[in-house]
């Protein structure tokens, strides 16, 4: 891991670069330019998280700051107009970029932290698409009984 420790820059710059990739052209622009995090609170978080997973890859794995960086990522990935797969690609890149950067046995506990983290991710993922779907779930039945009162009020037979 020290190979990949040193390069930790070189592959988090990277690893950014083919995140904000997936979006598309002019938002992966702003994404990548705009370092305010007022005016851009998605690629700001993306930054922060990126740099938080790498260094526990790279480092103790604490599964707690894992765990608080993936939420903040998927988190948005979740609610963007991404395939599952595509949300969740950018924990994948990560072990392409170290491959660009650095080869030898380190890469085989790297590959299997990287594994783990896509799993944490996994989960997280459908955990907000759940809270999505139980949202718009708590939206429609209360749409209908708005209207079944409305309905009422008017008269109208149910």
Avoid at 102 to 120: K, N, P, Y
Avoid at 134 to 139: G, L, N, Q, S
Wanted: include cysteine.
């Amino acid at each position: 891991m020290e190979a990949l420790a040193r390069r930790r820059d070189a592959i988090l710059e990277r690893w950014f670069e083919r995140t904000v990739q997936s979006y598309p052209g002019e938002t992966s622009l702003f994404l990548r330019n705009d370092k305010d995090p007022f005016r851009n609170p998605v690629g700001h978080t993306l930054r922060e998280g990126l740099a938080i997973l790498l260094d526990e890859v790279l480092g103790k794995m604490e599964v707690s700051r894992i765990h608080a960086a993936l939420e903040a990522i998927v988190r948005l990935r979740a609610v963007e107009d991404f395939t599952p797969g595509q949300a969740l690609a950018f924990v994948f890149q990560l072990k392409r970029v170290a491959r660009q950067e650095a080869a030898g046995g380190e890469l085989e506990l790297f590959d299997s932290r990287v594994d783990e983290m896509a799993l944490l991710a996994f989960d997280l993922y459908m955990k907000c698409r759940e809270k999505l779907y139980e949202i718009k779930a708590d939206e429609a039945r209360r749409r209908v009984y708005l209207l079944e009162r409305a309905s009422l009020k008017r008269g109208d037979r149910p």
